[in-house]
C-alpha cells in the first residue's frame, strides 16, 4: 500500500484529508457548471430585457434616446449574442 499524506502512522486514513481532497475536487469540478449556469442566466437575462424593451411605446424610447427602429435591431439579435 502506498503512503500518503492522508495517511497517520497506523496507516487509516483521517477524515481530514479526505474532506480537503473533497474540497479540492469539487472546488475545480463544479467550476464549468457555475460557468454554464451563469452563462444561462445572463442569457435568459438579456432576452428578457430585449423583450421588456420592446415593450416601452415611443415616447418612453425618446426619452431614453433610442429609436424604434434601435429596439427592433436590438430585439432581432439572437439570444446568445451580447
Same mark, same amino acid.
Given at each position: 500500500?502506498?503512503?500518503?499524506? @492522508?495517511? #497517520?502512522?497506523? /496507516?487509516?486514513?483521517?477524515?481530514?484529508?479526505?474532506?480537503?481532497? %473533497? @474540497? #479540492? *475536487?469539487?472546488? *475545480? /469540478?463544479? #467550476? &464549468? *457548471?457555475?460557468? @454554464? !449556469?451563469?452563462?444561462? +442566466? /445572463?442569457?435568459?437575462? $438579456?432576452? $428578457?430585457?430585449?423583450?421588456?424593451?420592446?415593450?416601452?411605446?415611443?415616447? !418612453?424610447?425618446?426619452? %431614453? /434616446? !433610442?429609436?424604434?427602429?434601435? *429596439?427592433? @435591431?436590438?430585439?432581432? =439579435? &439572437? +439570444?446568445? =449574442?451580447?
Amino acid at each position: 500500500m502506498r503512503t500518503t499524506e @492522508a495517511t #497517520r502512522s497506523t /496507516g487509516s486514513t483521517s477524515f481530514t484529508a479526505y474532506a480537503r481532497a %473533497i @474540497a #479540492r *475536487v469539487l472546488a *475545480v /469540478g463544479i #467550476r &464549468p *457548471v457555475w460557468k @454554464a !449556469l451563469d452563462h444561462a +442566466f /445572463g442569457t435568459y437575462e $438579456r432576452w $428578457r430585457q430585449r423583450q421588456a424593451l420592446m415593450r416601452l411605446d415611443d415616447h !418612453l424610447l425618446k426619452d %431614453i /434616446g !433610442l429609436s424604434r427602429a434601435d *429596439v427592433e @435591431a436590438e430585439v432581432r =439579435k &439572437p +439570444f446568445w =449574442k451580447e
